[in-house]
Structure formats: structure tokens, C-alpha cells
């Protein structure tokens, strides 16, 4: 069964530096979204894209954020000076053009230091 | 305005229990879908009911939707200790892309 995956499982950087997050949404998909998930707390959505452009974003998606699918296959997210505050498990999410379900990956597990 | 709030926070039963968990919503949606996360991992994708539906099957779970109450349940019959994990509802908005999540229900099932 076809299913978003994300690289790396768990990435450490240090506050300011800039870290990518990188997923491989379900092959046919359209639609693409990132949210996060602060330890013990809900689940936050971050951003959608659809052909080729943010279609739309939250308030947390703020300048430092980016994204980018940079060839067929790869959806990234990008942090450009990391605060203590990014600390989170951040989920991809695809979705097909024929359905509603949003199917998520594992994550990524970011921790600042 | 907080949307899928779930109740109970924590659910605790047997094996062999039905297990039922509720979320409330607070504005109009196009869909309502439920996940299931265990510990530290991603989210699972169980189940999707539009607003126009009233209740859907898939396997032991059944999900009901009240629009006029704004509220789901999601019903897992003759549970398993591999049932164990956070469920989480989900509200898709009108006119949007997002998916706004309840802080999800605990569920522990004893063996």
C-alpha cells in the first residue's frame, strides 16, 4: 500500500542554524501539507500546496518557513533560523485529487537545542 | 474557537469492551475524519464521514456524525490490546485546505 514517508526520523540542530525536512508524499497525490505537533499538544497545521504553490498557510507559517517541491517526487520543508520554540514532530500529509483523506507520514521528529 | 475537542480525555477498558469516544466542533465542515496515533508515531488514517452523512462502517469501527449538534463518535467494538493508542478527530472547513485537530482521546486497552 502507497504511504508518505519522511526523512530523517529525528534531526538535532542547534538554535539559528537551518534545518530541511523532507518527505515523498504518496505518488499521485496533488495536494501536500505540513503540521506539526508540539509535545502534548494538538496537532497544528502548518501550510498546504497544490500545483506548485502555497495555497494556504497558518499563522505559525511565518517568514522563517518554506516550501518546496523541488522535483517530482520530494516535498520539503524548509526552517531558516530554527528557535528553541521549533522544537516539534512535524507531519507531511498528501492527498489525492479523487478523495478528502489527508494520509499522513511518520514524521520528523526536530529538536532544537 | 477550538475545534474537535474529544471526550474522554483518557479512556480505560478491557479487552473484548466496546471503546466510544466523542469530538465536538464548533463550525460548519465539509468532512470529519478520524486518526489514531500511537506513542510518538504518526498519524493513521481511519475513517472519513462527509457532512452529509450520518454514520459509516469500516471493520469494528463505526462513526456517526450530528451536524445539528456538531459532534462525531467513533465506536471501536470487541477491542484489542493493539487498539491501544490516541485518537484523534479531525474537521476539514469549508473553503479550506486544513485539517483542525482535537487534543485526541487516550485510549488503553487492558489485556
Known amino acids: 500500500e502507497p504511504e508518505v514517508t519522511q526523512t530523517p526520523s529525528h534531526q538535532v540542530t542547534q538554535m539559528g542554524q537551518e534545518v530541511i525536512l523532507r518527505c515523498v508524499p504518496i505518488?499521485?497525490?496533488?495536494?501536500f501539507y505540513w503540521y506539526r505537533q508540539i509535545l502534548g499538544q494538538k496537532v497544528e497545521f502548518l501550510v498546504s500546496?497544490?500545483?506548485?504553490?502555497?495555497?494556504?498557510k497558518s499563522e505559525i507559517f511565518d517568514d522563517q518557513f518554506s516550501v518546496e517541491r523541488p522535483d517530482g517526487s520530494n516535498f520539503t520543508l524548509k526552517i531558516r533560523s530554527t528557535k528553541l520554540e521549533d522544537s516539534a514532530m512535524y507531519f507531511c500529509?498528501?492527498?489525492?485529487?479523487?478523495?478528502?483523506?489527508?494520509?499522513f507520514g511518520p514524521g520528523t521528529r526536530l529538536t532544537v537545542l | 474557537s477550538q475545534q474537535g475537542e474529544e471526550d474522554p480525555q483518557a479512556l480505560s477498558i478491557q479487552e473484548g469492551e466496546n471503546a466510544t469516544m466523542n469530538c465536538s466542533y464548533k463550525?460548519?465542515?465539509?468532512?470529519l475524519q478520524w486518526y489514531r496515533q500511537n506513542s510518538g508515531r504518526g498519524l493513521v488514517h481511519l475513517i472519513l464521514?462527509?457532512?452529509?452523512?450520518r454514520e459509516k462502517h469500516s471493520g469494528r469501527l463505526r462513526v456517526t456524525l450530528d451536524t445539528s449538534k456538531k459532534s462525531s463518535s467513533l465506536l471501536i467494538t470487541a477491542s484489542r490490546a493493539a487498539d491501544t493508542a490516541s485518537y484523534f478527530c479531525?474537521?476539514?472547513?469549508?473553503?479550506?485546505?486544513?485539517?483542525?485537530f482535537g487534543k485526541g482521546t487516550k485510549l488503553t486497552v487492558n489485556p
Open positions: 500529509a498528501s492527498r489525492g485529487d479523487r478523495g478528502d483523506e489527508q494520509f
Open positions: 505518488s499521485n497525490h496533488l495536494y
Open positions: 500546496f497544490y500545483n506548485n504553490e502555497i495555497s494556504e
Open positions: 463550525t460548519s465542515i465539509n468532512n
Open positions: 464521514i462527509r457532512s452529509n452523512e
Open positions: 479531525a474537521t476539514a472547513p469549508w473553503s479550506s485546505e486544513k485539517l483542525v
